[in-house]
């Protein structure tokens, strides 16, 4: 079983809409969270980090549940410029590593 | 700003090569890795650097070899290069992840180097 997984999609989501997708991971000693971006051909960025509580940037919501091991992401309003790639990461306590999901394609769509 | 920089963006060998992918930092991190991606498989994790003079193994570092001279660069070197090496490779650094425990988890990526191996 891979450490972080997601569905690999694509969710085709209409302008405008909200979308939602999520990440499990297997380690409970995982200890922070993040959602990376990535588009076609690019290198990933640090969309948002997630936390215990859950937080919000802008039109992205990100939820963390760690008695059932998996983080969320949520988009709101979606533009047509959310269309990428959203990587899932995780990181243990101890150590130095970051761990990626295989990452979650989203299409927006006129 | 350069950021994280890497060269050659572009590259095909024939099996048995050797080669080096070039990594440079002008951010002062002393973390540094390099990564593969292949499609469906994530980002996986070669070799990763803490610092000058320190670096270890990641999740699949067998045929590459790495060192860290400088806190600036973080070269890769492929020994001997086989078709399973073809993939996207992706130099990483960040400042807050050499000491371990809680970190903002940004890492900072090259624009990647994509390797063909034939």
């Known amino acids: 079983r891979k450490e972080v997984e997601q569905d690999p999609g694509p969710f085709n989501v209409p302008e405008g809409a909200t979308v939602a997708f999520n990440c499990t991971y297997s380690n409970s000693a995982s200890q922070s969270f993040f959602w990376y971006r990535q588009d076609c051909r690019k290198e990933p960025k640090l969309l948002m980090s997630v936390y215990s509580s859950g937080n919000e940037d802008g039109r992205f919501t990100a939820q963390l549940n760690r008695a059932s091991q998996y983080i969320s992401l949520l988009i709101r309003d979606s533009k047509l410029s959310d269309s990428a790639t959203y990587l899932c990461v995780v990181k243990r306590a101890a150590g130095n590593k970051l761990t990626f999901g295989g990452g979650t394609r989203v299409l927006v769509k006129p | 700003n350069a950021g994280v920089t890497q060269t050659p963006k572009f590259q095909v060998l024939k099996t048995g090569q050797s080669m080096t992918l070039q990594c440079a930092q002008d951010?002062?991190?002393?973390?540094m890795s390099w990564y593969r991606q292949d499609p469906g498989m994530g980002l996986r994790l070669i070799h990763y650097s803490v610092g000058a003079g320190i670096t270890d193994q990641g999740e699949v570092p067998n045929g590459y070899n790495v060192s860290r001279s400088t806190t600036e660069d973080f070269p890769l070197r492929l020994l001997s290069a086989a078709p399973s090496q073809t993939s996207v490779y992706f130099c990483?650094?960040?400042?807050?992840?050499?000491?371990?425990?809680?970190?903002?988890?940004?890492?900072?990526f090259g624009e990647g180097s994509r390797l063909t191996v034939l």
């Open positions: 990483a650094s960040s400042s807050r992840l050499a000491g371990g425990g809680r970190s903002t988890g940004e890492l900072f």
């Open positions: 951010m002062n991190h002393e973390y």
